[in-house]
């Protein structure tokens, strides 16, 4: 019975599954003490920041994977200012946990390491994609339906943070576009 379980999930969920599959062998172990302080005062500093004018967070939306692994959030930071700034942290209410990720590719095997301090150079955005740049959103305070909205802050090395409303969409979903 467990077998054809399983074997239903795999279907239903397709790359979801091999996206849990291959976190899981990453070995990360986010229910360390360091990462739960880092995450407070992130959402500490976060909180008190000033909302920029010219730093945007935009085509939020999170690929919601079942427990016990994470999901992911992808969204687009736009910097139309004059100074390159680093996004350092995310945060929101509805995740007791966010870290910024980045997947790599070497010798034709995924890596995903948590990253701090990513730049956005003047005048200029990036993408947080899968495959790429992401935000592990982890600890839910409640499971968001897909379908629902979450809000999420993000903190820049300048002080200021840019806020966004980002969209839960299903496991299978590969881009925004997807439905």
């Given amino acids: ?85 680093k996004l350092q942290a995310a945060s929101s209410p509805a995740y007791g946990m966010i870290m910024l990720h980045q997947t790599t590719q070497k010798d034709g095997m995924s890596k995903m390491s948590e990253t701090h301090d990513i730049a956005i150079a003047a005048g200029s955005q990036l993408e947080f994609k899968p495959g790429g740049y992401h935000a592990m959103l982890e600890k839910p305070v409640k499971v968001p339906t897909i379908g629902s909205h979450v809000n999420m802050d993000f903190l820049f090395d300048n002080g200021e943070k840019a806020s966004a409303q980002c969209e839960v969409k299903a496991p299978n979903t590969k881009t925004p576009m997807s439905h």
């Fill in 1 to 85: 019975m467990k077998k054809k379980i399983l074997a239903g999930f795999i279907v239903v969920f397709g790359s979801a599954a091999l996206w849990t599959q291959a976190y899981a062998q990453t070995g990360h172990d986010h229910g360390a003490a360091g990462h739960a302080n880092t995450a407070q005062t992130s959402a500490q500093a976060i909180s008190s920041a000033k909302l920029s004018t010219s730093l945007t967070v935009t085509g939020c939306w999170i690929r919601s994977i079942p427990a016990p692994a994470p999901s992911a959030g992808y969204f687009v930071v736009k910097n139309s200012g004059n100074n390159e700034v």
